[in-house]
């Protein structure tokens, strides 16, 4: 394996797992850890990763890696709830989100589903069922979210009604609505709101009073909520003035 293949193999595991040890790494590609880690300082030289003691970690998929470890179970229930709500020959949208991408691994069994997304995670996990229409959207790819954005993503989606749209959120509160890190995603999110006959947030009770920071929806401006059952009565009651609750 040259340098280009051996630095290439090094970015696809990272891109899986994350992490890597300089060890392991080596072992398995046949190197030297003294290879490796000039490889690794190479990557790091042209922004590719970030080099930690004995290893390197992702410097562009960290955050959303991290975030699909999070409230795994919790993000697994809400999911599935989402999920039920699709029927045979249903038209979905699918947000970016790590919640969001779970919903079409509970879609077995579901057919003729079109699903228009711009989430590669979404992608990901639907493209193991063939039962269902996967429509990726075009746009420019952000890392962070693993998302497609911009005016592309925006015109690709404005062509489509649908049934159901599911959106994720960094954060909802009654007095801040539906937020995010980045105005792209909460354009894409609303343009998903405007061609869907029913909008539903799916956000773990970890997000209820986070704020991002834009605000794009006003919970008066989507059909409901799916979130878990940690989050207090006190909130869901606060959340039931403005839009309907369901709680798993």
């Given amino acids: 394996m040259d340098r280009v293949?051996?630095?290439g193999a090094i970015l696809a595991r990272l891109a899986g797992d994350g992490v890597l040890a300089v060890s392991p790494l080596a072992a398995e590609l046949g190197?030297?850890?003294?290879?490796?880690?000039?490889?690794?300082?190479a990557l790091e030289d042209q922004g590719l990763l970030v080099r930690t003691r004995g290893g390197?970690?992702?410097?562009?998929?960290?955050?959303?890696?991290?975030?699909q470890k999070i409230n795994v179970e919790q993000k697994e229930r809400i999911a599935a709830a989402a999920a039920a709500l699709v029927s045979d020959?249903?038209?979905?949208?699918?947000?970016?989100?790590?919640?969001?991408?779970?919903?079409?691994?509970?879609?077995?069994g579901r057919k003729g589903v079109q699903?228009?997304?711009?989430?590669?995670?979404?992608?990901?996990?639907?493209?193991?069922n063939?039962?269902?229409?996967?429509?990726?959207?075009?746009?420019?790819?952000?890392?962070d979210s693993e998302s497609m954005v911009g005016p592309i993503a925006k015109r690709s989606i404005e062509e489509f009604n649908v049934r159901l749209a599911?959106?994720?959120?960094?954060?909802?509160?009654?007095?801040?609505?539906?937020t995010t890190r980045f105005v792209e995603?909460?354009?894409?999110?609303?343009?998903?709101?405007?061609?869907?006959?029913e909008t539903w947030l799916v956000a773990d009770s970890s997000k209820f009073g986070q704020a991002g920071f834009v605000s794009f929806l006003p919970l008066s401006g989507i059909t409901g909520i799916i979130t878990d059952s940690q989050i207090s009565d006190e909130a869901v009651q606060s959340l039931k003035e403005h839009t309907q609750v369901r709680v798993v």
Avoid: C, W, Y
Avoid at 96 to 107: D, E, K, N, P, S
């Fill in 185 to 197: 995603g909460g354009e894409v999110a609303t343009v998903m709101r405007d061609r869907a006959a």
């Fill in 115 to 128: 699903i228009v997304t711009n989430s590669t995670l979404v992608f990901s996990n639907a493209r193991l």
């Fill in 56 to 67: 390197a970690r992702s410097s562009t998929l960290k955050h959303i890696l991290q975030r």
């Fill in 166 to 178: 599911f959106l994720g959120t960094d954060g909802f509160s009654p007095e801040r609505g539906l």
């Fill in 130 to 143: 063939p039962a269902l229409n996967i429509i990726l959207t075009g746009g420019v790819f952000r890392r």
């Fill in 89 to 108: 020959d249903d038209t979905v949208m699918v947000e970016a989100g790590t919640t969001a991408a779970l919903i079409v691994r509970f879609l077995a």
């Fill in 31 to 41: 190197v030297s850890e003294v290879t490796v880690r000039a490889d690794l300082q």
């Fill in 5 to 7: 293949d051996r630095q």
